[in-house]
């Protein structure tokens, strides 16, 4: 549990206290409750939203689809991942473009594109579970296949919808950013190391502790 909880003491501690700053004037700025106060800040966020879709996007792609990827044996499954990929990478460029040239059409508001992410992920994710079994492997888990049928089931929804406003995406961004910033200040906390006069008053307890008991 102590390896758990436990952070290594550093003289770069400062750094995180510089991050969460960082963090924590991104989501002062970027916040949607200046909407209504004559700041020259007031819609920055609102003018970002593409950006924040092709941010959540990358990660996205980086941190799970790429490994996804990377570990698929069957050939089926693979391709239709790999397309899957391509399909979101592509998207994800066009996001980044359109924040400064409107190339993506209407439709594609940001509830459609976390809508086309899911779809795409609950039907490759079904397409796995049917060449699961017929190539001897063990059987595909049950609690998978309910979650692909979720995924395709919000997937579909969203896109038809557009229930999630550019609105709700802004406050799910600036909230991540503010918790980023709290975790990034109780780094820093607790990296600090020692002071060099803590630790000689500690040494000169343990010696009066020593000449006591002798």
């Not at 976390?114 to 190539?135: E, K, Q, S, T, W």
């Not at 969203?158 to 200040?185: A, E, N």
């Not at 020692?194 to 502790?209: H, L, N, T, V």
Request: with cysteine; hydrophobic share 55%.
């Amino acid at each position: 549990m102590k390896k758990i909880i436990s952070f290594r003491k550093t003289k770069l501690f400062w750094i995180y206290f510089i991050v969460a700053a960082l963090f924590i004037v991104g989501f002062v700025f970027l916040a949607p409750f200046w909407n209504g106060v004559d700041v020259p800040w007031k819609d920055w966020g609102s003018k970002i939203i593409y950006c924040i879709m092709a941010l959540f996007l990358t990660l996205y792609l980086i941190f799970y689809l790429l490994k996804q990827v990377q570990k698929r044996k069957i050939a089926v499954v693979y391709t239709l991942q790999l397309v899957e990929f391509i399909l979101l990478a592509i998207l994800d460029v066009l996001c980044v473009v359109s924040q400064f040239v409107q190339v993506l059409p209407e439709f594609f508001t940001p509830s459609r594109i976390l809508g086309i992410a899911l779809f795409l992920r609950g039907v490759v994710g079904l397409f796995h579970g049917y060449f699961y079994d017929a190539h001897g492997d063990k059987k595909y888990p049950l609690w998978q296949f309910c979650v692909d049928i979720v995924l395709l089931s919000f997937g579909v929804f969203f896109m038809s919808t557009d229930l999630i406003s550019s609105l709700v995406i802004l406050w799910i961004f600036v909230s991540v950013l503010l918790l980023l910033g709290i975790f990034s200040i109780v780094l820093g906390i607790m990296s600090k190391p020692q002071g060099k006069k803590k630790e000689k008053d500690s040494f000169a307890e343990e010696r009066k502790e020593e000449t006591r008991s002798e």
